[in-house]
């Protein structure tokens, strides 16, 4: 059974969850009319369909005193890890969330937002916001069949480096 706990200094080794390639399939067209955001979903052909890594972090538990990181424990083994940061409004940021790859699909990315919102709550916040890139669906839908709507989208956040083209899409989640 996976338990959500945060991580201390003790187990603080266990934030080094090495990033694991996830599928490419396609896009997200965010819309904003009429006040209201909506998505569509861009599928690439499937001989376009290409595997991406993202580039481990090297996170500090001392330097990020004023993150809380949040380990998802299967026994000792940290399958899964969220970082919440405070935020500069009434939305604590998830500044990074991951599951191991033999872990995904059993619902532990949406508990460790459960418990990101319980301590989003007792910090006074009203909810959460993080953001994906619009050609990693994967992430953006999961985000979107776990509570948060779209709330942003920044065109201008590559520009001027590899990855010129893409945006991030914003997404809050409100605490219930």
Known sequence: MIEIRRIDAQHKSDIHIPNEPFPMFGRILPSFHNGRWAYELERY??????EMTFPDEHYDYEAMQDSVFLGAYDGTN????????????KYM???DLKVKKEY????IGRALIEKAKEIAAQDGYC????QGQDDNPGACLFYLHSGF???GLD???YRHTKQEGKADIL?????D
């Open 127 to 130: 909810g959460l916001y993080t």
């Open 93 to 95: 940021y998830l500044y």
């Open 149 to 151: 709507s779209i709330g």
């Open 171 to 175: 997404f809050y989640c409100e605490i």
């Open 104 to 107: 995904r699909r059993q619902h």
């Open 78 to 89: 940290c399958a899964g890890l969220a970082i919440l940061q405070p935020g500069f409004f």
């Open 155 to 157: 065109t201008n956040v």
């Open 45 to 50: 052909n499937p001989e376009n369909v290409i």
